[in-house]
């Protein structure tokens, strides 16, 4: 998720994975994949580099520059899809 501002500057966030595309004309409109558009007060380059930028931490595993708790890994005897028996 990326934190935009509206015109009204009013902040949200978007699923930057839902962004079909970014256009200036002449403010930036955000088109997502449903075909609903936003206005934003971010440049279309502002856009991306906050995509950039979250799409960095999550594959380097961080937050907000801070390190995820790392997640337990759980054995076969937790899954019970598993065919493996203890």
């Given amino acids: 998720m990326i ?9 949200l966030m978007v699923n ?3 962004i079909k595309f970014v256009e200036r004309a002449p ?3 955000i ?3 449903a075909g609903e558009k936003i206005v934003v007060r971010e440049s279309p380059e502002e ?6 930028n979250f ?3 999550v594959a380097s ?4 520059g ?6 337990a890994s759980a054995g076969p005897e937790s899954n019970p899809l598993s065919s493996e028996r203890v």
């Fill in 3 to 11: 934190q935009l501002t509206r015109l009204n500057k009013e902040l």
């Fill in 16 to 18: 930057s994975d839902l």
């Fill in 27 to 29: 403010d930036t409109v």
């Fill in 31 to 33: 088109t997502l994949v």
């Fill in 47 to 52: 856009v991306l580099a906050k995509i950039i």
């Fill in 55 to 57: 799409r960095r931490s």
């Fill in 61 to 64: 595993n961080e937050v907000n």
């Fill in 66 to 71: 801070s390190p995820l708790p790392a997640r």
